[in-house]
C-alpha cells in the first residue's frame, strides 16, 4: 500500500540554524500538506500546496518558512532560522484533493532545536 | 476561530465493549470530517471519514454526523488492547484539517 515517507525521522539544529525537512508523497496525490505537532498539543496545519504553489497557509507559517517541490517526487520544508519555539513533530500529508479530500500522514520528523 | 473541540479523557472501558467518541465543530462550513488514531510518538492513522448525515460503518467502527447539531461520534465495537490510543477529529474547511486536541482511549483487558 502507497504511504507518504518523510526524512530524516529526528533532527537536532541549534537556534538560528537552517533545516529542511523531506517528504515523498504518494505517487497520484496532487495536495500535499505540512502539520506540526507540539508535544502535548494539537496537530496544527501550517501550509497547503497545490500546482506548484501555496494555496493556503495558517499563521504559523511566517517569512522563516517555505516549501518547495524540487522535483517530480518530493517536497520539502524549510525552516530558515530555527527558534526553540520550532520543537516540534512536522507532519507531511498528502491526498487526491477529490470527494471528501482524506489527507494521509506521514511518520512525522521529530525537530529539536537546542 | 474555527474549533474542534473533544473531550481529552481518558476514556476507559473493557474488553468487549463500545466505545463511543466524540467531537463538536464550531464551522458550519465545514465539508468533510475525518476520524484519526494516534499512537504515541506516531502520526496520525486515518481510520474512517464521513462528508453526509447519518451514520457510516467500517468493520468494528460506526461515524457519526449530524450537521445540524455541528457533532460528530466514532463508536468501536468489541473493543481491544490494540484500540488504546488517542483519537482526533479533524474537520475539513477549504483544503486545511481542523483537529482536536483528541481523546484518550484506554481499552482494559
Given at each position: ?10 533532527q537536532?539544529t541549534q ?12 505517487s497520484n ?7 506540526r505537532q507540539?508535544?502535548?498539543?494539537k496537530?496544527?496545519?501550517l ?24 522535483d517530480?517526487s518530493?517536497?520539502?520544508?524549510k525552516?530558515?532560522?530555527t527558534k526553540?519555539e520550532?520543537?516540534a513533530m ?8 477529490q470527494g ?7 511518520p512525522?520528523?521529530?525537530l529539536?532545536?537546542? | 476561530?474555527?474549533?474542534?473541540e ?13 466505545a463511543s ?9 465545514s465539508?468533510?470530517?475525518?476520524w484519526?488514531r494516534?499512537y ?16 457510516k460503518e467500517?468493520g468494528r467502527?460506526t ?8 457533532y ?9 488492547p490494540?484500540?488504546?490510543a ?13 483537529f482536536?486536541?483528541?481523546t ?6
Open positions: 500500500e502507497p504511504e507518504v515517507t518523510q526524512t530524516p525521522s529526528h537536532v537556534m538560528g540554524q537552517e533545516v529542511i525537512l523531506r517528504c515523498v508523497p504518494i496525490h496532487l495536495y500535499f500538506y505540512w502539520y507540539i508535544l502535548g498539543q496537530v496544527e496545519f501550509v497547503s500546496f497545490y500546482n506548484n504553489e501555496i494555496s493556503e497557509k495558517s499563521e504559523i507559517f511566517d517569512d522563516q518558512f517555505s516549501v518547495e517541490r524540487p517530480g518530493n517536497f520539502t520544508l525552516i530558515r532560522s526553540l520550532d520543537s512536522y507532519f507531511c500529508a498528502s491526498g487526491t484533493g471528501p479530500n482524506e489527507q494521509y500522514f506521514g512525522g520528523t521529530r529539536t532545536v537546542t | 476561530q474555527k474549533e474542534v473533544q473531550n481529552s479523557g481518558p476514556l476507559s472501558v473493557p474488553e468487549g465493549a463500545i467518541l466524540n467531537c463538536t465543530y464550531s464551522d458550519r462550513g465539508q468533510s470530517f475525518f484519526y494516534q504515541s510518538g506516531k502520526s496520525p492513522e486515518l481510520i474512517m471519514f464521513i462528508y453526509s448525515n447519518g451514520d467500517d467502527f461515524a457519526q454526523l449530524n450537521k445540524a447539531s455541528q460528530v461520534s466514532l463508536l468501536i465495537r468489541d473493543s481491544q490494540s484500540d488504546s488517542t483519537y482526533l477529529c479533524a474537520v475539513r474547511n477549504t483544503g486545511k484539517l481542523i482536536g486536541q483528541g484518550t482511549l484506554q481499552v482494559k483487558p
